[in-house]
C-alpha cells in the first residue's frame, strides 16, 4: 500500500545573483522533476576534507541530515539554476518511503550549468548529477563537491533531474482535502510515469546492447563468409596463373623450335642458292664449250669448203687433214671435257634432288610440329573450358551460400 505525503518547503536563499536571467518560450518547460532523493543525505561546511580511516572519529555534531531548505540552497548557490519560487516533496510509502520533488522557477540564470542541464534534458530526458566523488585516484581521500555526502560510510551518491512536463500551478487560495487528494492523485501518475518512462528507457538501453551484440555477431559471421570467398578467390587466382604459365611455357618451348627448324630451313635455302649459283656457272661455262664447238664446226666447214675447191692440193689436203685431225683431237678433247661437264651438272642435279628431299623431310617436320602446336592449344583451351566451369559452379554455390544465410537471417 503507498501514500502520498505533500511536504512544503520554506523559501531562503543568500544568493547574490550576478548571471543574467534566460529567455524562456512561454511553450518552453520551467520546472524540474527530482525522482528519488535517497535517504542518508547530509550536509557538511564547503570544501570539507574527509578520509575514510577518520570517517568514524569525525565530529558528526558539524554535519546535519538534509532537508527541505538544503535542495533549495543546493539548486540556487550551488548550481547555480536560478531562483527557485517553490519545491514540492511527495513522499510514496511503499515497503520503504522514497522522496520526489517538484522545483518550480521564478526564473532560470543563464550561464553554463543551467545551459548544460536544458541541453541534456532535452537530448537525453534526464541529468544525473553526482554529490560526492573521490579526490584522487589510489587514495583514501575525499572531498564533497557540492555540499552533499552519505552519513557512514561515505560513498558515491547523485542527484537525477528530469523535465516536469505537467507542473502544479500556484494557488492563492487555501485547498482543501479533495483538491489535495486530487494533486495528490495527480502527483502519484506523474511519479509512476515518470517510473515507466525510466523503466521503459532502461528497457531500450538493453533492447539497444542486444541489438548491437546480434549486430557484431552477424558482422563476425558475413566477415567469415568474405574471409572464406577471398581465399577461394585466391585458390582460383592461383589455379589460372598456373595454367597460364604452363601455356606461356609450352608456347615459348613451341617458338624456341620452330626457331631453331626456321634457322635449319633457312641455311638449307642458302646452301640451294649456292648451287644454284655453282649451276649458273657451270653452264655458263658449258655455253662457251658449245659456242667454241660452234667456231670449231664453222672452221671444220670452212675446211672442208676447201677441201672440196683444192682437190688438187693434195699436199695441202694432207697437212688441211693432219691439222683436221689435230682439230678432232682437240674436239673429242673438247667433248670429254664437255662429258664431264656434262657428269659433273649430273651430280650437282643429283645434290640439288637431295637437298630438296631433306627440304621435303624438314617441311614435313615443320608440319608435324604445328599439328602438336594445334593439339596443344586445343588441350589448352578444354582446360580453360573447364576452369571457367568451376568459376561457373563456384559462384553458384556461394550464391546459394548467400540466399540460405539470408533466408535464416543471418544477413
Known sequence: MSAHKMVPVGLHTKKIYTDPKMVISPSDWTSLYIPNIVDGLCVSPAKQKWTLANISNMNFDKRKAFNSEDLQDYIENTLCLGKVRRIDFVETVSTTIQTSAFVHFDWW?????????????????????????????GTNDHMQCFGFHTMNPPTQRFLMFMINQNPIPDSDSKLNIHQLAAINTSLEQRVQVAEQQAKDAEKRAKDAEQQAKDAEQRIQKLEAQLHDIELRTKIVQFRESEVEKDKQKLEDEFDKKGDELYKQQKALYKESDELDKKGDELYKQQKALYKEGDELYEKQKALYKESDELDARDSALERRDAALDRRDAQLDAYDAALDRRDAQLDARDAALDRRDAQLDACDAALDRRDAQLDAREYALNVRETELNDSKYNFAEQVGSIMTVNELSGDV
Open 109 to 137: 540564470c543563464y550561464n553554463t550549468t543551467a545551459l548544460n542541464l536544458r541541453k541534456a534534458l532535452d537530448s537525453c530526458g534526464n541529468y544525473r548529477r553526482h554529490t560526492f566523488y573521490v579526490s584522487s585516484v
